[in-house]
């Protein structure tokens, strides 16, 4: 269930952070918006990497950081623990 629970928050942060880019795309002056969406993209990509640590790629060009094809060595992150 941590997993689950993990990538959960990845991917709420993730939506943060897209969210955050469409509305700096009409307000790019807002400093205190900027401001937030740099917390917001570290906060994701700290979410991300510690996934990734303990239960593998997310994405297929993360696996391309291995020396062979890792990518289908793990549950896929949309499938359940195998």
Same mark, same amino acid.
């Given at each position: 269930? %941590? #997993?689950? +629970?993990?990538? %959960?928050?990845?991917?709420?942060?993730?939506?943060?952070?897209?969210?955050?880019?469409?509305?700096? @795309?009409?307000?790019?002056? @807002? =400093?205190?918006?900027?401001?937030?969406? #740099? @917390?917001?993209? =570290?906060?994701? =990509?700290?979410? +991300? #990497?510690?996934? =990734?640590?303990?239960?593998?790629?997310?994405?297929?060009?993360?696996?391309? @950081?291995?020396?062979?094809?890792?990518?289908?060595?793990?549950?896929?992150?949309? %499938?359940?623990? #195998?």
């Amino acid at each position: 269930m %941590e #997993r689950m +629970k993990m990538l %959960e928050w990845v991917q709420a942060l993730c939506f943060v952070v897209v969210d955050m880019e469409l509305y700096l @795309d009409t307000h790019p002056c @807002d =400093e205190e918006a900027l401001a937030f969406y #740099r @917390d917001s993209v =570290e906060n994701y =990509e700290k979410a +991300k #990497r510690k996934f =990734e640590e303990m239960y593998g790629p997310l994405t297929a060009v993360k696996s391309m @950081d291995c020396e062979r094809w890792a990518w289908a060595d793990v549950p896929l992150p949309w %499938e359940g623990v #195998r």
